[in-house]
Nanobody, 121 residues
Framework: VQLQASGGGLVEAGGSLRLSCACS????????MGWFRQAPGKEREFVAA????????YYADSVKGRFTIARDNAKNTVYLQLNSLKPEDTAVYYC???????????????WGQGTQVTVSS
């Protein structure tokens, strides 16, 4: 399984971005997909996760109501819509594939390379 994240960029506070993560392989629909982020000097932290069907989602409190995770199993792609962005959302965002819908990084087996999101004040 290979994951390729894209869609990051520079945006002003209050703006929006949509991140995409394309997954190679035929087993995409069998994985829970998650998004994590890591700011400079900080540990990687959980952002959101979606279950196999897309019908179950889980968010970190810091992004609940502003970010939306979704997946398209026909396109082997998971998305993260980022709205009402704040400077503290600045980080490298990573997608990951795993077997359980959880915030624990160790539960995810495969990781993308990351895409930079920078929010200016």
């Amino acid at each position: 399984v290979q994951l390729q994240a894209s869609g990051g960029g520079l945006v002003e506070a209050g703006g929006s971005l949509r991140l995409s993560c394309a997954c190679s392989g035929r087993t995409f629909s069998s994985y829970v997909m998650g998004w994590f982020r890591q700011a400079p000097g900080k540990e990687r932290e959980f952002v959101a996760a979606v279950n196999w069907s897309g019908g179950g989602t889980y968010y970190a409190d810091s992004v609940k109501g502003r970010f939306t995770i979704a997946r398209d199993n026909a396109k082997n792609t998971v998305y993260l819509q980022l709205n009402s962005l704040k400077p503290e959302d600045t980080a490298v965002y990573y997608c990951a594939a795993g077997g359980a819908i959880t915030r624990a990084t160790k539960a995810y087996d495969y990781w993308g390379q990351g895409t930079q999101v920078t929010v200016s004040s």
